[in-house]
Structures are given as structure tokens and as C-alpha cells.
């Protein structure tokens, strides 16, 4: 699936996968990482919520991925 190492990381699960009760949206990394010079190779789209990710490059070369899989507003019961 990817030919050279990557770097994974999941806003919104804990470690075993399991929904956080409260975590920074994706689109908030993108937008601080990108307020600071950092270059992004894909960029989720600012216009939506939800599930979305973002990639970058880290000096080394390694793909960093950050992968939201669930909605950063909880639904309420």
C-alpha cells in the first residue's frame, strides 16, 4: 500500500482505536501546521467536517499521515 515508511496519526482515537470525547479537528492541525511554513502534500478540504486527512513530508523523506476517522462534534443523545 505505501512504498516507503509512513508516519500515522489518528485525531479523535485513543490507542486502541476507540472515539475520544474531545480532540483538535484535523482541519485546526492543517491550519496550524500550515501557519507555521510547514508544506503539505495533500490538504483536507477546510470546507467540510468529519472524517478527512492531510499528508506532509518529514525531512528524512518518511510520508506523515494524519487520518481523522470520526467527527470532531459529538453527537448528542
Do not use: C, Y
Given at each position: 500500500?505505501?512504498?516507503?515508511?509512513?508516519?500515522?496519526?489518528n485525531?479523535?482515537?485513543d490507542?486502541?482505536?476507540?472515539?475520544l470525547?474531545?480532540f483538535?479537528?484535523?482541519?485546526?492541525?492543517?491550519?496550524?501546521?500550515?501557519?507555521t511554513?510547514v508544506k503539505?502534500?495533500t490538504e483536507?478540504?477546510?470546507?467540510?467536517?468529519g472524517?478527512?486527512?492531510?499528508?506532509?513530508?518529514?525531512p528524512?523523506?518518511?510520508m506523515?499521515?494524519?487520518?481523522q476517522?470520526?467527527?470532531?462534534?459529538?453527537?448528542l443523545k
Amino acid at each position: 500500500m505505501f512504498d516507503k515508511n509512513i508516519l500515522t496519526f489518528n485525531p479523535g482515537w485513543d490507542s486502541n482505536a476507540q472515539k475520544l470525547a474531545t480532540f483538535t479537528d484535523v482541519r485546526e492541525l492543517q491550519r496550524q501546521l500550515k501557519a507555521t511554513g510547514v508544506k503539505l502534500q495533500t490538504e483536507a478540504d477546510v470546507d467540510t467536517t468529519g472524517p478527512a486527512s492531510f499528508t506532509a513530508v518529514d525531512p528524512d523523506g518518511n510520508m506523515i499521515l494524519v487520518d481523522q476517522h470520526v467527527n470532531a462534534i459529538l453527537e448528542l443523545k
